[in-house]
């Protein structure tokens, strides 16, 4: 009889405990948020547990466990993604806190998005797409232990194919190509020794294949549009990149070839005796370079040359006829002969009057012969002529009274320095027009240029 009075007693017990539980605010909240009823958990908590403080916390410690719990279900696929966000929705539209809620809701959306991030970094993986796929496997190693592995996989294969795709490019000179193929693979990387040096080893080799375009660009510039064309080409590249070494070096190669070219080629006309030629060539290089060498061939064959009196170009011609009152009297290669029956190429003289050259080039000696000229006669009348040379109007030579008894008289006169040079002719004789200055032609007269330390 007292067993089952205490057997009696025990399950009263029991039972006013458990009426106890299930009147408890806390364990209602709990159990609805397991049921999913979180419209009924949230008025719990707003009608029984948040004016409490320590309800409240441990109202939140359960809400908290419950959302992590749904969260370890997600990360173990235990449940889709579409579910712990309904779930997670749910909760978000009621009024009990929402600080774990949101946390768990971003760390389900940061997981799923890692998830398709290495379904799609292995798909490309498998095509072989290993710079798109990197990037992929970096943003999804949360979802997969083995992520990394893949990743690794995928950086030593994309790296090693870059480099041999690279390496291939340049072979074949197409550095633009390995520029880019490492420039993008290095983007990917972010800091790769071997992929910065391959890089740095294309500059080198693009801007060597740039500098060889130019040079050769140069190069047909001068030979087939010459040195004014070549030599802007260059300077203009200078304007564009003023501290450029290898532009600097460029423009010195060039005109170190062209200077080389010229004296090879006039080289060539003197030995055919061109020398016209060759000094007119060199002439026209000294205007776009300076150089010794070809200032010294100049001067060298300059030496060699005669420039004839009758080629020179006249500065003033003063020569007015006493017949005719008519200037450019002066007559060139009409006879080629003198009164001893001497040959010349060729002779010069005016009837009367003075002629003038200017002496634009460095001459050092005028020379020649003076004489009367074979087919004329000397008479009473026009007994003789005499011709005077100035140098700018000082006195260099006269040569006095020249009759068909006069033998020719052979001159060497300095004119180093002379700008000017003037012939004189006058005449005596019982004619009044005093016209014959023939009888003192100039026969080859020519001057020269002395080289240094020649007398």
């Not at 997600?74 to 579910?83: E, G, H, N, V």
């Not at 999804?140 to 030593?156: H, P, V």
């Not at 290898?246 to 004296?263: M, N, T, V």
């Not at 005028?366 to 000229?373: D, L, M, N």
Request: proline fraction near 3%; hydrophobic fraction near 45%; aromatic fraction near 10%.
């Amino acid at each position: 009889m007292k067993t089952g009075k205490w057997i009696i007693l025990i399950s009263l017990l029991l039972l006013l405990l458990a009426g106890a539980v299930l009147l408890d605010p806390l364990f209602r909240f709990t159990m609805d948020l397991h049921r999913e009823q979180f419209t009924d958990a949230g008025a719990v908590y707003d009608a029984r547990l948040a004016a409490s403080e320590t309800r409240s916390r441990e109202s939140a410690a359960q809400l908290k466990a419950y959302v992590e719990d749904q969260l370890k279900r997600y990360y173990a696929k235990d449940i889709s993604f579409d579910r712990i966000m309904g779930i997670l929705s749910a909760l978000s539209k009621t009024g009990l806190p929402q600080q774990d809620v949101s946390r768990c809701r971003h760390d389900a959306e940061e997981m799923e998005q890692a998830r398709t991030d290495l379904a799609k970094a292995d798909a490309l993986y498998q095509e072989g797409n290993f710079g798109e796929a990197i990037p992929l496997y970096h943003r999804s190693l949360i979802a997969d232990e083995g992520a990394s592995f893949r990743l690794m996989q995928a950086e030593a294969l994309y790296k090693n194919t870059t480099l041999d795709q690279a390496e291939a490019a340049m072979a074949e000179g197409r550095y633009e190509d390995a520029e880019n193929t490492l420039a993008a693979c290095l983007k990917v990387f972010g800091q790769d020794d071997d992929l910065a040096a391959a890089l740095e080893d294309v500059s080198k080799l693009k801007a060597g294949q740039i500098y060889h375009n130019r040079t050769e660009e140069a190069r047909r510039l001068l030979q087939t549009d010459g040195p004014e064309k070549a030599f802007a080409y260059v300077a203009d590249l200078l304007k564009q990149s003023p501290d450029s070494y290898e532009l600097e070096y460029l423009d010195q190669l060039i005109r170190h070839e062209y200077e080389a070219d010229i004296l090879s080629r006039a080289q060539s006309m003197r030995e055919a005796e061109n020398l016209d030629g060759a000094c007119a060539l060199l002439g026209e290089a000294l205007l776009w370079i300076d150089s010794e060498q070809v200032k010294a061939l100049r001067a060298e064959i300059r030496t060699a040359m005669i420039f004839y009196l009758v080629d020179r170009p006249i500065l003033r011609d003063e020569t007015a006829s006493p017949r005719t009152g008519a200037i450019s009297t002066v007559v060139r290669d009409q006879v080629l002969s003198d009164v001893q029956a001497n040959e010349y190429a060729h002779s010069l003289w005016a009837d009367a009057g003075s002629v003038t050259f200017a002496l634009d080039e460095d001459f050092t000696t005028f020379a020649g012969t003076v004489a009367f000229p074979q087919g004329e006669k000397a008479d009473l009348y026009r007994a003789s002529a005499t011709l005077q040379v100035f140098g700018d109007g000082i006195l260099l030579a006269e040569f006095k009274d020249m009759d068909d008894a006069s033998a020719p008289l052979h001159f060497t006169l300095p004119v180093s320095g002379v700008k000017e040079l003037t012939l004189i002719w006058t005449s005596k004789g019982a004619d009044g027009w005093k016209d014959w200055g023939r009888f003192a032609a100039v026969f080859d007269g020519r001057f020269l240029i002395t080289a240094p330390g020649q007398p």
